[in-house]
């Protein structure tokens, strides 16, 4: 057993902003569209629209349930015989309204849709494709990574998911919001085992490869890190990189939380950043926030940013935190730097999990080491 120390503070945390914290302007490290107030206007980029990227391609802001996202952005390619759609939105009514009223503006409706092309497996991309292929029998494309996650999805039921979420925290060091987080499933969620939302693809992408539509070729490249079986659909002709969650323009995506995350997802999504670096620069296409210039500005600033989270981390644990809860309590978060303790239960969730991430990564590198005492995953300096 590696001998480990440990925290110099009460409960395993130190204070906050005692640590150098980063100052990159991003949105945030993990917390995706973390919303403290639960009161924001729209931003203009959710507001119900179609927007014309280029001709034959739109951008349609589809409303997400509760979520501090706001809203995820799908994209209508035109076709000869209707349209391919990356992404879908999440299997809720409002979105399926909002999605047949933007489709009517374009002179269609969700018949016309022939095809999704989805970027990853999270709710608010795929299961809005699984109900509509069964009323209008599109077919549906997903990376092969994914699918261990969505055999997790289909086959587990969701109390089992659960408790391997409040497992998870507890080794993480965050015993109390674990507590928190089961009464909060026990307390406010429907308790509904249903699998309904989930269903295989008619497609699996064996990444990379090439997706031929008429007149447009979509290289589908695999950009595991959000997820093990993330893709983004690059068009080099047109410079346009639909981007899924793989690069975002204003905060950057979970990194960890998610079914089936793979060994050291950091170190993944960050040479999935590079790999699309390496390729001919293009406008960023994302699926949540305002369609920008350059993919390649953008990935340079998550490369820069998560330099920075990676040295925060390794400082935390230098002057004592020795768990990922308690390093994740002495940095802080979005690019409005909120204190951990100022995050809803499901963001603080996020932020344990993404700063494991970086530990975990740091641990590969060299720069610190780890090991479990009573169930408990602890760091050190090597």
């Known amino acids: 057993m590696i001998s480990l120390v440990k925290a110099r503070w009460p409960n395993g945390s130190i204070p906050h902003g005692r640590i150098g914290t980063p100052r990159t302007g991003l949105g945030g490290d993990v917390v995706e569209g973390c919303d403290i107030s639960g009161t924001r206007a729209l931003p203009e980029w959710a507001e119900p629209n179609v927007e014309q990227v280029e001709p034959g391609v739109h951008r349609i802001p589809l409303p997400l349930p509760n979520d501090g996202l706001r809203a995820v952005n799908v994209y209508a390619i035109e076709q000869p015989d209707g349209l391919v759609l990356i992404d879908a939105g999440w299997s809720v ?36 494709a699984v109900v509509l292929r069964r009323r209008f029998g599109m077919r549906v494309a997903l990376g092969l990574g994914e699918q261990p996650a969505l055999d997790r999805f289909m086959n587990r039921p969701r109390a089992e998911s659960r408790e391997i979420q409040h497992r998870q925290l507890i080794r993480l060091g965050a ?3 674990a507590t928190e987080l089961m009464r909060f499933f026990l307390e406010q969620l429907v308790k509904d085992d249903s699998t309904d939302e989930w269903a295989v693809p008619d497609e699996w992408l064996d990444a990379p490869v090439d997706v031929q539509l008429d007149g447009i070729t979509l290289r589908a490249v695999p950009t595991p890190g959000h997820t093990r079986g993330h893709v983004v659909f690059h068009n080099e002709a047109s410079r346009l990189l639909f981007a899924g969650d793989h690069v975002l323009p ?33 406008r960023l296409l994302p699926a949540h926030g305002p369609v920008t210039d350059s ?42 730097e909120h204190a951990f303790d100022d995050l809803d239960m499901f963001n603080r969730m996020m932020a344990v999990t993404e700063t494991a991430a970086h530990l975990d990564l740091l641990v590969a590198q060299g720069r610190l080491r780890a090991g479990e005492v009573d169930d408990v995953l602890y760091y050190a300096l090597p």
């Open 93 to 128: 009514p409002e979105s399926e309204q909002r999605l047949e009223a933007a489709l009517g503006k374009l002179g269609a409706g969700l018949g016309d849709i022939q095809r999704f092309l989805v970027t990853h497996i999270h709710r608010d991309h795929y299961t809005q």
């Open 175 to 177: 015993a109390e919001l």
């Open 250 to 282: 204003t905060i950057t995506p979970s990194i960890g939380l998610t079914a089936d995350p793979g060994p050291l997802p950091l170190g993944a999504f960050l040479d999935s950043l590079r790999l699309v670096r390496s390729m001919p620069d293009a």
């Open 295 to 336: 993919a390649h500005a953008r990935i340079d600033q998550l490369l820069a940013h998560h330099a920075t989270r990676l040295d925060v981390a390794e400082d935390a644990v230098r002057v004592g935190a020795d768990t990922a809860f308690a390093v994740a309590r002495a940095m802080t978060w979005t690019r409005r």
